[in-house]
């Protein structure tokens, strides 16, 4: 039916000013940050509701125009898509027992003992925030068991933005 749900539409973004607090504590407590990149995250997700949708052009079948398609897996595009994939992604999460951040929307965090790990949501990037490689690297395996993912590298630019390090200075610039 028309409208259900279509106000409801998620695009995982944690806010630029977040990702500036986040990068002085990188600095400041010399944590490891890494980003990740997620392939293909709205493709192909099993749809949790009934959608149907007209017969594509070209593929209509003679005599039955008046038939619709019902789709069992989410198309590119999809208005759904997205909130079905992030649905997916926090229940993943929350079960690794990463936490939802109160003050800032798409920033998760989890602590073990003396650990902390951050994870940061921006569309289909994700960085990976630690005060310890090896929670780091657990994590990107959690997370790769799930997703389809590709590890970028240590986060050397952010959103078009390059980040110089000076790890000895515990000097972290932008530019």
């Not at 259900?4 to 986040?22: C, E, M, R």
């Not at 994590?139 to 110089?164: C, M, P, R, W």
Request: glycine letters at 6%; charged letters at 25%.
């Amino acid at each position: 039916m028309s409208g259900v749900d279509f106000g409801d539409i998620v695009s995982p973004v944690a806010k630029v000013a977040y990702i500036g607090l986040l990068l002085f504590v990188i600095a400041t407590f010399d944590f490891e940050v890494e980003q990740m990149d997620v392939k293909t995250k709205f493709i192909d997700e099993y749809l949790e509701e009934q959608i149907y949708m007209k017969q594509p052009q070209g593929f209509v079948v003679k005599g039955k125009k008046e038939l619709v398609c019902k789709l069992k897996k989410s198309p590119y595009g999809l208005k759904n898509s997205p909130r079905m994939w992030y649905q997916k992604f926090y229940t993943f999460i929350w079960g690794l027992g990463f936490t939802k951040s109160k003050g800032y929307q798409h920033v998760y965090f989890k602590l073990v003992d003396d650990r902390v790990i951050y994870l940061v949501l921006y569309v289909d990037y994700m960085l990976l925030v630690g005060n310890d490689k090896e929670i780091i690297e657990q994590l990107k395996t959690q997370l790769s068991s799930k997703f389809d993912l590709k590890y970028i590298s240590v986060a050397n630019h952010i959103f078009g933005i390059e980040i110089e390090r000076d790890r000895a200075k515990m000097k972290l610039s932008l530019n």
